[in-house]
T-cell receptor, first 112, second 115 residues
């Protein structure tokens, strides 16, 4: 069945450094790849998404890249700040009513 | 714009008891989702509604879980009887349509502990 693998499970960086989280997906029909941030006690919140017709998308300090051939997509956070500390989830779906399949999550810790 | 509302926020029950969760989606959102998030894992879809009809309930353990969205707005998720492995956060989300590539807006979740 559909599967999304996410790595690493935990990531600790110093404030100001960059953080990279990587995901792979199994369903070749997937064409929508959102990233969610979940803070303690809250529901996931969309931070950026990318569709299969583009290879990269950037929004201020956050960027996402997609390699459809390899079925890989990654989240890049530059100039990390303590408030970036949270659990990040990647997900994949298709626009034909396919459900979102989430990765296992990455707990990011940004140390001041 | 008000977000997705869920209640209760926390619930502790003993195994074999029953429990119900309530969700009020964002006004005008036709699609409503219930997810189960076990500690340390990503959310897993339990059931998806489009208005008051079920789109996908393939991952719902139907022998003990049920859900309804009678008027196409609010929804309830029920577990009867609960098992220890049902301990998790139950997340409700909504979106404008079920196309699969629309942003899903999540509520804060209900944390269920089964003793």
């Amino acid at each position: 069945g559909e599967n999304v693998e996410q790595h690493p499970s935990t990531l600790s960086v110093q404030e100001g450094d960059s953080a990279v989280i990587k995901c792979t997906y199994s369903d070749s029909a997937s064409n929508y790849f959102p990233w969610y941030k979940q803070e303690l006690g809250k529901g996931p919140q969309l931070i950026i998404d990318i569709r299969s017709n583009v290879g990269e998308k950037k929004d201020q300090r956050i960027a996402v890249t997609l390699n459809k051939t390899a079925k890989h997509f990654s989240l890049h956070i530059t100039e990390t700040q303590p408030e970036d500390s949270a659990v990040y989830f990647c997900a994949a779906s298709n626009n034909q009513g396919g459900k979102l399949i989430f990765g296992q999550g990455t707990e990011l810790s940004v140390k001041p | 714009e008000a977000g997705v509302a869920q209640s209760p926020r926390y619930k502790i029950i003993e195994k074999r008891q029953s429990v119900a969760f309530w969700c009020n989606p964002i006004s005008g959102h036709a699609t409503l989702y219930w997810y189960q998030q076990i500690l340390g894992q990503g959310p897993k879809l339990l059931i998806q509604f489009q208005n008051n009809g079920v789109v996908d309930d393939s991952q719902l353990p139907k022998d003990r879980f049920s859900a309804e969205r009678l008027k196409g707005v609010d929804s309830t998720l029920k577990i009867q009887p609960a098992k220890l492995e049902d301990s998790a956060v139950y997340l409700c989300a909504s979106s404008t349509s079920d196309s699969g590539d629309n942003e899903q807006f999540f509520g804060p979740g209900t944390r269920l502990t089964v003793l």
